[in-house]
Every structure is written in C-alpha cells, then in structure tokens.
C-alpha cells in the first residue's frame, strides 16, 4: 500500500476546474513539504507546484501560475490542488509527493528530494 493516495481527476471541458487531493496513511503528512507533479505521455514528469510543511509559502510552475492554487489541511492529513482555467495541455497523470524537508526551496520541481509518492491520477482535459 502506498503511503500516499490521490484522488479528484476525470474528464473536464477546456476552462474547467477540478481539485485533486493527496491523503496520507500511516504518517504524519504535516511534517513534509508536499509537491505536486504531472506526467504526459512520452514526457518527463514535472513539477507543478509545492507546499511547505506548514502551509505558509506555496511554489508554482509558470505553466500553471495562475490557474493552480495548492493547498494544505493538515488536520485532515490531506494536501489538495485546485485547478481552475484547464488546458488541453495539463493532460496528464497527477502524482503527489512528499518530502521530509519542510520548506519548498530552489530544488521542489526535483524528484530526486521526494520519499514518498502516490499512485498518480488521470487528468483529461478535452472537448
């Protein structure tokens, strides 16, 4: 079982909105820095955006600045990402990641600094 689980995707029209949520198990999620990340078909995955452990400050790609709000309720041990405005182009597998450091520094959009990972989930974005 992974230790963290998204939810939230599906099929939306162009300039729709949808939330996703990251929910841990079996650990304290309000002690990590959260990113959010995406895969595309044949394309490396990329950072979206990052939450600190305490929620104060919140990074973003510029692709998604704008559109993207991420967000934390840590008594619900759950991260979530409100994405408003959706473009064909944000077709992707959305995956939630969690880091023990608890800032989101220069390095968020890397992998390589995130433990633990969820299962991904499924973002279409069509007409």
């Known amino acids: 079982q992974l230790p963290l689980v998204e939810s939230g995707g599906g099929l939306v029209q162009p300039g729709g909105s949808l939330r996703l949520s990251c929910a841990a198990s079996?650990?304290?999620?309000?002690?990590?820095?959260v990113g959010w990340f995406r895969q595309a078909p044949g394309k490396e995955r990329e950072g979206a955006s990052c939450?600190?452990?305490?929620?104060?400050?919140?990074n973003y790609a510029d692709s998604v600045k704008g559109r993207f709000t991420i967000s934390r309720d840590n008594a619900k041990n759950t991260v979530y990402l409100q994405m408003n405005d959706l473009e064909p182009e944000d077709t992707s597998v959305y995956y939630c990641?969690?880091?023990?450091?608890?800032?989101?520094?220069?390095?968020?959009?890397?992998?390589?600094?995130?433990?633990?990972w969820g299962q991904g989930t499924q973002v279409t974005v069509s007409s």
């Open positions: 990641a969690a880091s023990i450091i608890q800032r989101c520094s220069s390095n968020w959009p890397k992998t390589t600094i995130y433990t633990s």
């Open positions: 079996g650990f304290t999620l309000a002690n990590y820095v």
């Open positions: 939450i600190s452990a305490s929620g104060g400050s919140t």
